[in-house]
């Protein structure tokens, strides 16, 4: 597709854009990527402590600390120790969520839904 912007051709994808597209062009063709529907970020509007509460209801603490083995999952395990830790150790966390997302078709678990404003 050839669009004419200022006496200038301007070769565009009839489909793809590219991320990496240039930002002045997003806005010239009007696209925005601002407005997207869904996150970029699946665990967006989860807590930490959301997470926990229902991977302990679905799976328990035994079977928390078979799958993610850190201390405050298997001696003396309760949210708001396991919340302490958590927050201070990014590799367990990031486990944590892991566990989480595997787990969030067995458990039932949709994402929460994102207001959008207009669209």
Not at 39 to 60: D, S, Y
Not at 89 to 103: D, G, Q, S
Request: charged share 20%; hydrophobic share 40%.
């Amino acid at each position: 597709m050839l669009n004419h912007a200022r006496g200038v051709a301007v070769w565009v994808k009839s489909c793809y854009i590219s991320p990496h597209f240039n930002a002045t062009a997003q806005i010239f063709f009007g696209i925005d990527h601002m407005a997207r529907r869904r996150p970029l970020n699946p665990l967006n509007g989860i807590t930490l402590e959301m997470m926990l509460e229902q991977l302990v209801a679905h799976m328990g603490w035994e079977a928390m600390g078979e799958e993610v083995p850190i201390r405050c999952f298997t001696h003396d395990p309760s949210v708001p120790s396991s919340l302490k830790f958590l927050r201070k150790t990014p590799w367990a966390r990031t486990k944590v969520e892991w566990l989480y997302r595997n787990r969030q078709k067995q458990m039932n678990l949709q994402p929460p839904e994102i207001e959008t404003d207009g669209a």
